[in-house]
């Protein structure tokens, strides 16, 4: 017999501003003890010294966790001008200072211009990407560096907001996988001085942006409904996706996990509603005119 599950039975999305100085997952797990969720996870880390945007999906939320680790992200971040560090951002021992050549408008746009559109990454070594199963950052800090392989990724805006003689504040909108530390130190290597992330904040990940996000402040002081209505649709974070409607007959039988006949669209994965517009699960197109379940809701 299968052991019941702790906690509530809650599902939706909770758009919490993390804030400075926590893990990603320390703040997910402060989340779902506030809910008493039986089962909680984020879209998505942010470093300790990031805040910003982190999506919390409860309950059934959590099967279309995925898509949103998927979509697009914008930050904002400020670049500090003459010092690399061992992470890329202030939390790290100095490599090295040098000194910044004198900077105006004109010189920084021509630099950033070949950091926009596709361009090609190395991941760092502070990271929690993972070599024979052990996260990099665990090996960098025993001193030890492994060889990583360059990834494409896409800069849709790189945007010059200020500037002073030693940093750069910057808006970035990138593909998934995109580390803005490595495009700040990268930047900070075309200019010939070196630089390092000072300040991280995610304002969106696609297609939430932070008007409903929530500071963890507010979030522990709220208790029961006023606590769940902070919650968003689970099908809020799918609104990319075409939809289709199912009749009672069909929607019975994509519950049980069969194939429909149907007319779809021409996407690579579809949102799926009953008659009465209840948010059923995501399929995709199977052959001609055959609707196949992906990631099905069951709602207790």
Same mark, same amino acid.
């Given at each position: 017999?299968?052991?019941r599950?702790k906690?509530?039975?809650?599902s939706g999305?909770?758009l919490?501003?993390k804030?400075?100085?926590?893990s990603?997952n320390?703040?997910l797990q402060?989340?779902k003890?506030q809910?008493?969720?039986?089962?909680?996870?984020h879209?998505?880390s942010?470093?300790?010294l990031?805040?910003g945007?982190l999506p919390?999906?409860?309950g059934?939320?959590?099967?279309?966790?995925?898509f949103l680790l998927?979509?697009?992200k914008?930050?904002l971040t400020?670049?500090?001008l003459?010092?690399?560090?061992?992470?890329?951002?202030?939390e790290?021992?100095?490599?090295?200072?040098k000194?910044?050549p004198?900077?105006?408008?004109a010189?920084?746009?021509?630099?950033?211009?070949h950091?926009?559109?596709?361009?090609?990454?190395? &991941?760092?070594m502070?990271?929690a990407?993972k070599?024979q199963?052990?996260?990099?950052?665990?090996l960098?800090?025993?001193g030890i560096e492994?060889?990583?392989?360059q990834?494409?990724?896409t800069?849709?805006?790189l945007?010059?907001?200020?500037?002073?003689?030693?940093t750069l504040?910057?808006?970035?909108e990138?593909?998934k996988?995109?580390?803005i530390?490595?495009l700040?130190e990268?930047?900070?290597?075309s200019?010939?001085?070196?630089?390092?992330?000072?300040m991280?904040h995610r304002?969106?990940?696609?297609?939430?942006?932070n008007?409903?996000?929530?500071s963890?402040?507010?979030?522990?002081?709220?208790e029961?409904?006023d606590?769940?209505?902070?919650?968003l649709p689970?099908d809020?974070?799918?609104s990319?996706?075409?939809e289709?409607?199912l009749?009672?007959?069909q929607?019975v039988a994509?519950?049980?996990?069969?194939?429909?006949?149907?007319?779809v &669209?021409?996407a690579?994965?579809i949102?799926?509603?009953?008659?009465?517009?209840?948010?059923l699960?995501?399929?995709i &197109?199977?052959?001609?005119?055959?609707l196949?379940?992906?990631r099905?809701?069951?709602?207790?």
């Amino acid at each position: 017999m299968a052991r019941r599950r702790k906690g509530r039975a809650i599902s939706g999305i909770l758009l919490l501003d993390k804030p400075l100085g926590i893990s990603s997952n320390r703040a997910l797990q402060n989340a779902k003890h506030q809910y008493q969720a039986q089962k909680a996870g984020h879209t998505g880390s942010l470093d300790p010294l990031a805040t910003g945007m982190l999506p919390i999906c409860f309950g059934e939320a959590t099967k279309i966790s995925s898509f949103l680790l998927d979509s697009d992200k914008t930050y904002l971040t400020t670049a500090t001008l003459g010092k690399t560090t061992t992470t890329g951002d202030a939390e790290g021992e100095v490599l090295a200072e040098k000194a910044v050549p004198p900077l105006d408008e004109a010189k920084i746009e021509s630099i950033l211009s070949h950091y926009r559109g596709s361009i090609t990454q190395i &991941p760092p070594m502070y990271s929690a990407l993972k070599h024979q199963g052990k996260p990099l950052y665990e090996l960098a800090r025993q001193g030890i560096e492994i060889e990583r392989k360059q990834r494409h990724v896409t800069i849709h805006q790189l945007e010059l907001l200020s500037f002073t003689d030693t940093t750069l504040e910057l808006k970035v909108e990138c593909s998934k996988g995109t580390y803005i530390r490595t495009l700040v130190e990268d930047i900070g290597n075309s200019l010939g001085c070196g630089a390092f992330v000072s300040m991280l904040h995610r304002t969106q990940v696609n297609p939430f942006d932070n008007k409903d996000m929530i500071s963890w402040d507010a979030v522990e002081t709220l208790e029961g409904n006023d606590l769940d209505n902070l919650l968003l649709p689970i099908d809020s974070g799918l609104s990319q996706f075409p939809e289709i409607t199912l009749d009672d007959k069909q929607s019975v039988a994509l519950l049980h996990g069969q194939a429909i006949q149907i007319a779809v &669209p021409d996407a690579s994965y579809i949102r799926i509603y009953n008659q009465k517009r209840v948010f059923l699960g995501m399929g995709i &197109p199977d052959g001609d005119n055959v609707l196949k379940p992906k990631r099905i809701m069951q709602y207790q």
